[in-house]
């Protein structure tokens, strides 16, 4: 078997290291959620007593393409942006847009 050997160590080190921030930056692209230049489509949901925004979160995660394999908290987060929230808080009735495809 043939031994490689390191003449010029920081070469090697530069090369690794350029090597390591290319695939870095290749996961990072391939991860990132992208959508088409169409607009999105909300569908509109009424609150009903004693529903939290967890639950809504939970059942559109389950449910709904648009969340699909996206994390509780950030959906929670995306939700309150699109509605305009400050807290979590929801009372009986309260008018709900939500994404979808």
């Not at 925004?53 to 393409?65: D, F, R």
């Amino acid at each position: 078997m043939k031994h490689i050997r390191i003449i010029n160590k920081y070469k090697f080190i530069r090369s690794i290291t350029i090597l390591l921030c290319l695939i870095s930056i290749a996961i990072c692209i391939a991860n990132h959620k992208t959508y088409s230049n169409s607009e999105t489509k909300y569908k509109t949901e009424y609150v009903v007593k004693g529903e939290t925004l967890w639950e809504i979160a939970e059942e559109e995660i389950q449910k709904n393409a648009y969340f699909q394999n996206e994390d509780i908290q950030n959906v929670i987060l995306e939700l309150k942006e699109i509605n305009q929230m400050t807290t979590s808080n929801l009372s009986e009735g309260m008018e709900i847009k939500i994404p979808v495809y």
